[in-house]
């Protein structure tokens, strides 16, 4: 997948654990699992707003895009 999730490093950053993180989200601890693994086909806008606002951070600190084509050169 081009989407790369890097929540757990904004999660380690911040010296969140995951528990307390869904808890504060509204989420349950799998549906987290399934985001910070990448295995998550999609997720709302309003819930990358309230993982921002917790984690005082940009959309851009937990997801990046990476070029599937150039990793296969």
Do not use: F, W
């Not at 010296?15 to 993180?21: A, W, Y």
């Amino acid at each position: 997948m081009a989407i790369i999730v890097n929540l757990d490093v904004m999660l380690a950053k911040r010296k969140v654990r995951s528990k307390e993180l869904a808890e504060v989200i509204g989420i349950t601890e799998q549906n987290l699992s399934i985001l910070k693994t990448g295995k998550a086909k999609a997720i709302r806008l309003s819930t990358i707003d309230m993982i921002c606002k917790y984690l005082n951070c940009q959309p851009g600190d937990i997801l990046k895009y990476e070029n599937e084509e150039d990793n296969r050169l």
